[in-house]
C-alpha cells in the first residue's frame, strides 16, 4: 500500500515515501506502548447493581413483579475504571419492543464513559411480565387479635376506613381475595389508638406484597379490657396433724387467683379456697397442688389458667414460748491492745421448744456472745449471737442489742474497772 503517493510529492523516491510511512507507523505503536505502560488496562466488577424501573411507552402499563439484580464487568484504562462508581453505574432495561401487556425479553444495558466498555453483564436480558394497571376497592377486614393472656379482653377494633384501594397489576389485583389489618396489642391493658399496616391476601390465605394499598396505613382504635377480679385464696385442710404437733399456718402460691364471670357474680365474691388439704397425722410441713373449689356456675379461674394452685400447710412440734432471763452475754476477738465492756452483760432470750423440752431447759444450755473483731476504739451496738440446743428454737433477745465500749489498755490496767475476756469455745450456733 502505497500511504504517500509518489505524483503528489515531486522529487521523493518510493523508498523515501515508504520509510516516512513506516516511521510514522513505529512513532504511533511506541506511542501507544508507552500509553499502556502508564495508564494498563484493568477490569472490575461491579455485583448486585439494582436495575432502574423503565419507563413504559403507555401510562396504564406496568411491569409485574420485581425487578432483579445485575452483576456489570467493566474493562478500559486504569485511570478510567478507578473513577467508575457503584452510584454511577445505573443499568437500565431497553423496552422498546413493549406495545402492550405481555411477556418480554429486555436487554440490560449500561452507560460508561468512552475509554471504558462493557465486559459482560449478567443477566444480560431479563424476563418481564407487563401488564395493565388497575385498581379496584376492598372491603377491610379486621381478624380478632391472639393473645394467650387470660388476664386481658379485646374489645371493639375500630379501623378510621372500612374499605381500602389496591393497586397494581391487573393479574396481581384480580386475584387479591381479601384486604385484612392485622392488629397487634403487645403489652397494652388499656384502650389505645394506634397506625396498622393493611395486607392483600389471595384465595389460599398468602400475601400479595407485590400490589400497592391506599391508605398504606390505618389509623385504628382498639378497646382493651382487663378480665375479672383478682381475689384471695385460702386453703382448706382436714384432718389432725400427728400427737404433740400443730398447725402453724398456710399459704397459697399463687396467694390471689383472676376470676371472670358476670359482673354482678364476681363482684360478691371475697375470696376463693382451695380442695380439702388432707393433714393426718402429718409431722412436718404439707405441699401439694390444689384446684380452686366452690365457683358459682359462671364464674371460673382464668389466671391461673389451669385453675390450681400450691398449697403450702406448716406443720410443726407443739411446744411453748418460754423467756429464760439474766444470760451472760461474752465479748469475743477482742483486738490486741483493748479493753473490752459490754452494756447490758446479761439478757433475756426468748425460745421455742416442745413442752417437755422446756420444762428441763436452763440458762446454762444458751450462749450469748458479740464479736468486737475488726473494731477500734469506741462505743459499739451489736446484735448477739445466740446458740441453743438442737431441739430449742431461738426466736429473739431482748434487748436485740447490746453496747460494746472498746478501750486502748494501758498498763497496769486499772483493776475491777473493765476486764479482758478471752475468745471462748462455743458450740455451734442457730443464728447470729
Do not use: C
Amino acid at each position: 500500500m502505497n500511504l504517500l503517493p509518489p505524483d503528489r510529492f515531486p522529487g521523493l523516491s518510493g523508498d523515501a515515501l515508504f520509510r516516512a510511512g513506516a516511521s510514522l507507523a513505529l512513532a504511533f505503536l511506541l506511542w501507544a506502548w508507552v500509553t499502556t505502560q502508564r495508564d494498563p488496562p484493568e477490569t472490575r466488577v461491579f455485583a448486585d447493581l439494582t436495575l432502574q424501573e423503565p419507563e413504559l411507552p403507555a401510562p396504564q402499563l406496568e411491569i409485574a413483579g420485581e425487578l432483579p439484580q445485575v452483576t456489570v464487568e467493566v474493562l478500559g484504562p486504569r485511570s478510567v475504571v478507578d473513577n467508575v462508581s457503584r452510584a454511577g453505574l445505573r443499568p437500565t432495561l431497553d423496552v422498546s419492543d413493549v406495545t402492550g401487556p405481555g411477556n418480554y425479553q429486555a436487554v440490560v444495558e449500561v452507560d460508561l464513559p468512552a475509554a471504558a466498555r462493557v465486559e459482560s453483564i449478567t443477566p444480560s436480558r431479563v424476563a418481564l411480565v407487563v401488564d395493565e394497571t388497575t385498581s379496584r376497592t376492598v372491603h377491610l377486614d379486621v381478624p380478632p387479635p391472639q393473645i394467650d393472656d387470660p388476664t386481658r379482653r379485646v374489645g371493639e377494633i375500630v379501623p378510621a376506613v372500612s374499605e381500602v384501594t389496591v393497586g397494581g397489576p391487573k393479574r396481581l389485583v384480580d386475584n387479591v381475595d381479601t384486604v385484612i389489618l392485622p392488629v397487634d396489642i403487645g403489652e397494652r391493658t388499656d384502650d389505645f389508638t394506634a397506625d396498622f399496616v393493611p395486607l392483600a391476601l389471595d384465595k389460599a390465605g398468602q400475601p400479595i406484597p407485590e400490589v400497592s394499598i391506599l391508605p398504606a396505613r390505618v389509623t385504628t382504635a382498639v378497646e382493651v379490657d382487663q378480665r375479672g377480679r383478682s381475689v384471695p385464696v385460702l386453703v382448706q385442710t382436714v384432718g389432725n396433724p400427728a400427737q404433740g404437733f400443730e398447725t402453724v399456718g398456710s399459704v397459697a402460691n399463687p396467694a390471689t387467683v383472676l376470676l371472670d364471670g358476670p359482673d354482678e357474680v364476681v363482684a360478691d365474691i371475697l375470696s376463693v379456697v382451695t380442695a380439702p388439704i388432707d393433714i393426718s397425722g402429718a409431722t412436718e410441713t404439707v405441699s401439694m397442688r390444689a384446684a380452686i373449689v366452690g365457683l358459682p356456675p359462671d364464674v371460673r379461674v382464668v389466671n391461673p389458667v389451669d385453675g390450681t394452685v400450691v398449697a403450702v400447710v406448716q406443720i410443726r412440734p407443739r411446744g411453748v414460748t418460754q423467756l429464760l432471763s439474766d444470760i451472760p452475754v461474752r465479748v469475743r476477738d477482742v483486738p490486741d491492745g483493748y479493753t473490752a465492756s459490754i452494756e447490758p452483760d446479761t439478757i433475756g432470750v426468748v425460745v421455742f421448744a416442745a413442752e417437755e423440752t422446756t420444762a428441763n431447759i436452763s440458762g446454762d444450755e444458751i450462749s450469748v456472745s458479740v464479736s468486737a473483731e475488726g473494731l477500734g476504739a469506741g462505743r459499739h451496738q451489736l446484735r448477739p449471737r445466740v446458740t441453743v440446743p438442737p431441739e430449742v428454737q431461738w426466736l429473739r433477745t431482748e434487748p436485740e442489742t447490746v453496747v460494746v465500749a472498746l478501750d486502748p489498755e494501758f498498763p497496769p490496767a486499772t483493776p475491777g474497772r473493765a476486764q479482758r475476756i478471752a475468745p471462748a469455745a462455743t458450740p455451734a450456733t442457730n443464728a447470729e
